[in-house]
C-alpha cells in the first residue's frame, strides 16, 4: 500500500516562499518513485481540489497548472523517495490545503481529474497573509 507523507506547510507573507515535501513508502518489488506519476493538488475551503503541478509516471516530465508556471518548481529524488515543490511569488489565493497524490497505473499525470489518482497523503497546510 504506497503510503505519501506531506511536509513543510506553513505561514508566508505575500510574495514569500515556501518548499513542500512528499515523502513516498510502500512501492510494490522493483518499483521506484520514477515509476509512478506523482503529482501535488491543491484545495481551499469550500472548493474542489486544484492541479498544481505533476510528474509523468513514462518519461518523468513535469506539467504545470498555468497560472503556477515560473513561481512553482516540482523535483523528485529517487534515491530519497521524495518529491518537492518549491514556490515562490506566493499569492494570497495560493492558500490552500495542498496534497500529494500518486498512482502507478497512471503513463501520464493529469491536473484536470484529483479523482484520476488512488494515493493521497493527508496535506500540509499553506497561508499566505500579510
Known amino acids: 500500500q504506497l503510503q505519501l507523507v506531506e511536509s513543510g506547510g506553513g505561514t508566508v507573507q505575500p510574495g514569500g516562499s515556501l518548499t513542500l515535501s512528499c515523502t513516498v513508502s510502500g512501492f510494490t518489488s522493483g518499483a521506484t518513485l520514477d515509476d509512478y506519476a506523482i503529482g501535488w493538488f491543491r484545495q481551499a475551503p469550500g472548493k474542489e481540489p486544484e492541479g498544481v503541478s505533476c510528474?509523468?509516471?513514462?518519461?518523468?516530465?513535469?506539467r504545470y497548472e498555468d497560472s503556477m508556471k515560473g513561481r512553482f518548481t516540482m523535483s523528485a529524488d529517487k534515491a530519497t523517495n521524495t518529491a518537492y515543490l518549491q514556490m515562490n511569488s506566493l499569492q494570497i489565493e495560493d492558500a490552500g490545503n495542498y496534497y500529494c497524490?500518486?498512482?502507478?497505473?497512471?503513463?501520464?499525470?493529469?491536473?484536470?481529474?484529483?479523482?484520476?489518482?488512488?494515493?493521497w497523503g493527508e496535506g500540509t497546510q499553506v497561508t499566505v497573509s500579510s
Open positions: 510528474k509523468n509516471g513514462n518519461d518523468g516530465r513535469y
Open positions: 497524490v500518486a498512482d502507478p497505473r497512471l503513463l501520464m499525470c493529469v491536473l484536470s481529474r484529483s479523482r484520476a489518482y488512488d494515493y
